[in-house]
């Protein structure tokens, strides 16, 4: 089994939806989560990171299921701008050092 | 804002070659690392770095790999003898777990063109 899963998508969206992500982990271990995300041939920028109790920023909403080792990304009334890769991102420490350890990511095109 | 620094932004070399990747990690942070990505596929570990040594390494960083940190500022992968395969973008980062949330800053990569 992967350590971190997604739906790779694409996601192909009007302007305006909303659009939900997943994600699941193996790990138990881990110990930080992340939503990047990555445009074509850019480096990955962290969107938000995510908590137990949930987290919001203006229109993305995360969230954190600790016990089903599952992540989720929601992102209202999408922009054009928001077509892009979102990579969930588990971090990891084992033996006094972090790993960061990567899903497939999922691919979004907002469309006009 | 401080940010991770990579160069080149694009290296050409023929087959077994030797490529040394340049990275200027930001300055405050403790634990360092290289990622690859080939196109169009997924970010994967090669390797971590702290405390001047390798912490963690993934089955891909074998013996035509190498890090170093030379000076305080500098953090470097060399690629002893490049492959075909080892056409990617590579993207350093560099983290400290106990600050904020925890996050890693990646730079803006290094795209390895092995011909």
């Known amino acids: 089994r992967k350590e971190v899963e997604q739906d790779p998508g694409p996601f192909n969206v009007p302007e305006g939806a909303t659009v939900a992500f997943n994600c699941t982990y193996s790990?138990?271990?881990?110990?930080?989560f992340f939503w990047y995300r990555q445009d074509c041939r850019k480096e990955p920028k962290l969107l938000m990171s995510?908590?137990?109790s949930g987290n919001e920023d203006g229109r993305f909403t995360a969230q954190l299921n600790r016990a089903s080792q599952y992540i989720s990304l929601l992102i209202r009334d999408s922009k054009l701008s928001d077509s892009a890769t979102y990579l969930c991102?588990?971090?990891?420490?084992?033996?006094?050092?972090?790993?960061?350890?990567f899903g497939t990511g999922t691919r979004l095109k907002v469309l006009a | 804002e401080p940010e991770v620094t990579q160069t080149p932004s694009h290296q050409v070399t023929q087959m077994g070659q030797e490529v040394i990747l340049r990275c200027v990690p930001i300055?405050?942070?403790?634990?360092f690392y290289w990622y690859r990505q080939i196109l169009g596929q997924k970010v994967e570990f090669l390797v971590s770095?702290?405390?001047?040594?390798?912490?963690?390494k993934s089955e891909i960083f074998d013996d035509q790999f190498s890090v170093e940190r030379p000076d305080g500022s500098n953090f470097t992968l060399k690629i002893r003898s490049t492959k075909l395969e080892d056409s990617a973008m590579y993207f350093c980062?560099?983290?400290?777990?106990?600050?904020?949330?925890?996050?890693?800053?990646f730079g803006q990569g290094t795209r390895l063109t092995v011909v």
């Open positions: 980062a560099s983290s400290d777990p106990l600050l904020g949330s925890g996050e890693a800053f």
């Open positions: 790990n138990s271990a881990s110990q930080s």
């Open positions: 995510v908590y137990s």
């Open positions: 991102v588990v971090n990891k420490r084992t033996s006094g050092t972090y790993k960061y350890i």
């Open positions: 300055s405050n942070h403790l634990y």
């Open positions: 770095f702290y405390n001047n040594e390798i912490s963690e």
